[in-house]
């Protein structure tokens, strides 16, 4: 079982950049897991931005996400990151790291089994 534990949310400038990080405090295997980061904006949907495999060494950014979100991930340190560049208002929304025990990622939500907290990013200047 994994606890994961986010950072990095809070206030975006526009046009500047958010770092946020998905770490997993406790748990064991995490190059097990895929990773996957969800957002969801007020009235909405949870959406599926990008994921990354255990290894790191397959991804998959959903059409929206693709350009300014960036996904990494270091196993020597549990943890997982998405940098989002050209941060604009349609950013704002809570962002949710999820994992899930399976090879391949997806950006399907209901896959995975673990999630964060959740931390909330607004978008002002």
């Known amino acids: 079982q994994l606890q994961l534990v986010e950072s990095g949310g809070g206030l975006g400038r526009p046009g500047g950049f958010l770092r946020l990080s998905c770490t997993a405090a406790s748990g064991s295997g995490f190059d097990t897991y895929s990773i996957g980061w969800f957002r969801q904006a007020p009235g909405k949907e949870r959406e599926g931005l990008v994921c990354?495999?255990?290894?790191?060494?397959?991804?998959d950014y959903a059409d929206s996400a693709l350009g300014r979100f960036t996904i990494s991930r270091d196993n020597t340190r549990n943890t997982v990151w998405l940098q989002i560049n050209t941060v604009g208002p349609e950013d704002a929304a809570i962002y949710y790291c999820?994992?899930?025990?399976?090879?391949?990622?997806?950006?399907?939500?209901?896959?995975?089994?673990?999630w964060g907290q959740g931390p909330q990013v607004t978008v002002s200047s």
């Open positions: 990354i495999n255990g290894r790191g060494r397959s991804t």
């Open positions: 999820g994992a899930e025990a399976n090879y391949y990622c997806s950006l399907n939500a209901g896959r995975y089994e673990y």
